[in-house]
């Protein structure tokens, strides 16, 4: 079983910062790796699939990259609205694995 | 437009029996794997299993196989997510979300379903 370990675990930063998140996989994969935001009392939502393309209607300031065990979620300057928490997620075979996340206050 | 609308939120008993629906719209929802994911209370997200309503083919993490039972209806274009024996660790919001096998990432999600499990 893949084991996805995100870092942070908190990311504290003000608005307009650079914030990059790190999401570790615990063996070599592919690049199925997907990049969810989630706010409170709300689904997840899709930022970065395939490592590192932009789901519809997501802003420019999201980029995702990394390949084989290292990816990471970039969000250039951040928006009020993009406090949230972050997980990434990877599918093995038949099996989805989502890491614990990161949270960005 | 795509929409997941899941069933209203459930309190319920240990060792009751539960089945929480999802109903999609705007796709044809007989081509697209339905996931369901349970996020317990200031937890992160956990993959239970998918399923394919268009065959009902069902496949289902190890932590829950046995655990649940995943159906679904292509006639009406509902899912579900069925517990014969209810745990208070059961206590969780429950999401379903439509698959894209392109590249394996969930692309809309429902609202959740709130499941409270106490005596």
């Known amino acids: 079983e893949i084991v996805l370990t995100q870092s942070p675990a908190t990311l504290s930063l003000s608005p307009g910062e650079r914030a990059t998140l790190s999401c570790r996989a615990s063996?070599?994969?592919?690049?199925?790796l997907t990049w969810y935001q989630q706010k409170p009392g709300q689904a997840p939502r899709l930022l970065i699939y395939d490592a590192s393309d932009r789901a519809t209607g997501i802003p420019a300031r999201f980029s995702g990259g990394g390949s084989g065990t290292d990816f990471t979620l970039t969000i250039s300057s951040l928006e009020p609205e993009d406090f949230a928490v972050y997980y990434c997620?990877?599918?093995?075979?038949?099996?989805?694995?989502f890491g614990q996340g990161t949270k960005v206050e | 437009e795509v929409q997941l609308v899941q069933s209203g939120a459930e309190v319920k008993k240990p060792g009751e029996s539960l089945k929480m629906s999802c109903k999609g719209s705007?796709?044809?929802?007989?081509?697209?794997?339905i996931g369901w994911v349970r996020q317990m209370p200031g937890k992160g997200p956990e993959w239970m299993g998918i399923i394919y309503p268009g065959d009902s083919d069902t496949k289902y993490s190890p932590s829950f196989e046995g655990q649940v039972t995943m159906s679904a209806d292509m006639s009406i274009s509902t899912a579900y997510l069925q517990w014969n024996s209810l745990k208070t660790s059961d206590t969780a919001i429950y999401y379903c979300a439509r698959l894209r096998s392109e590249y394996w990432y969930f692309d809309f999600w429902g609202r959740g379903t709130l499941v409270t499990v106490s005596s």
């Open positions: 063996q070599t994969v592919n690049s199925d």
């Open positions: 705007g796709y044809s929802f007989s081509t697209y794997w």
């Open positions: 997620q990877l599918r093995s075979k038949w099996q989805w694995t």
